[in-house]
């Protein structure tokens, strides 16, 4: 079984920064690539940033330049970090695992992390 335990969300004032964390467990996996979303109630996922496993990284439009996502393989953690932060940025961000495990490429989710830009 896998497990994503995502950490580090809360509430930032405009133009403050925040680092999120996920950390992976478990047994018999391969990480392929890990990532974050962002999901607004009502609203369909959207894809923040990703990094593979040899490092390479892929960020929409809407967040290149403001936000970094990282990776540290030995801990099979990945982090995003946010600058910059705005109102709009406010959202629940879920970690995402795409891994090879038992032959198959499967995707697992973080139960996400709370973003609050507010003043």
């Known amino acids: 079984q896998v497990q994503l335990v995502e950490s580090g969300g809360g509430l930032v004032q405009p133009g403050g920064s925040l680092r999120i964390s996920c950390a992976a467990s478990?047994?018999?996996?391969?990480?392929?690539?890990m990532g974050w979303y962002r999901q607004y109630p009502g609203k369909q996922r959207e894809l923040v940033a990703h990094?593979?496993?040899?490092?390479?990284?892929y960020y929409p439009d809407s967040v290149k330049g403001q936000f970094t996502i990282s990776r540290d393989n030995a801990k099979n953690t990945v982090y995003l970090q946010m600058n910059r932060l705005k109102p709009e940025n406010t959202d629940r961000y879920y970690c995402?695992?795409?891994?090879?495990?038992?032959?198959?490429?499967?995707?697992?989710w973080g139960q996400g992390t709370q973003v609050t830009v507010s003043s």
């Open positions: 995402n695992l795409e891994a090879w495990r038992h032959g198959l490429l499967r995707d697992y």
């Open positions: 478990g047994s018999g996996f391969s990480i392929n690539r």
């Open positions: 990094i593979t496993s040899s490092g390479v990284t």
